[in-house]
């Protein structure tokens, strides 16, 4: 559970090649009026490895002090959350519900996958916490944004992850990087002001 002074918000799906730049860069020049404790959610073990080291290095590098958990447990992402994140993709979707058993038809669309696991996963939010969505699913609440933005090339998304190994091994540093996202929408969010 989180300091009852501080807000938590939940990132599921924190896996995201494609939606997490921007939460990063967003969440590393954020500072609120109460700390912020960030859970991180994916069922991939090695893309929320690579994103919560990343994280970690980017608060470090701007001095927040964000409290960062990560976790394949969905459950424990969500337990009391404030707020939450949805950056859910194909493969997390994928390895949830092989996790969880489920037998995916064979032929199901990304689109299809994607819903199934957003609509497990989002059974567990509390109804009290708002949702921000940075994927193309039905909102299933009322308290729900959705946010578009820019989607980035085939080309961005492939290289992203090398250029992640460059900013944790000190051979770039990632000032532009956390300047581009500096205004993006989740900052308002998180501040109320949406």
């Not at 090649?17 to 700390?35: K, N, Q, T």
């Not at 969500?78 to 037998?103: M, W």
Request: aromatic share 10%; charged share 25%; proline share 6%.
């Amino acid at each position: 559970m989180p300091d009852r002074q501080g807000v938590a918000i939940a990132v599921m799906g924190a896996g995201s090649v494609r939606c997490m730049p921007p939460i990063i860069g967003a969440l590393s020049s954020f500072f609120g009026e109460r700390p912020l404790e960030v859970r991180f959610w994916d069922a991939d073990e090695e893309r929320l490895d690579l994103f919560d080291r990343f994280a970690r290095h980017c608060f470090l590098f701007n001095k927040c002090s964000h409290r960062l958990i990560s976790t394949t447990d969905p459950d424990e992402a969500v337990d009391g959350a404030d707020r939450v994140v949805l950056t859910v993709g194909e493969n997390c979707a994928r390895k949830y519900l092989s996790n969880q058993g489920s037998l995916m038809g064979h032929g199901e669309t990304e689109e299809v996958l994607i819903r199934r696991t957003v609509s497990q996963v989002t059974e567990r939010i509390d109804v009290e916490a708002a949702v921000f969505s940075m994927i193309d699913v039905e909102p299933t609440r009322p308290d729900w944004m959705a946010v578009d933005w820019p989607e980035p090339t085939e080309l961005q998304r492939r290289a992203f992850p090398h250029q992640i190994l460059r900013f944790l091994s000190g051979s770039d540093y990632p000032h532009a990087f956390l300047k581009e996202y500096q205004d993006f929408p989740l900052k308002r969010w998180l501040s109320g002001s949406s």
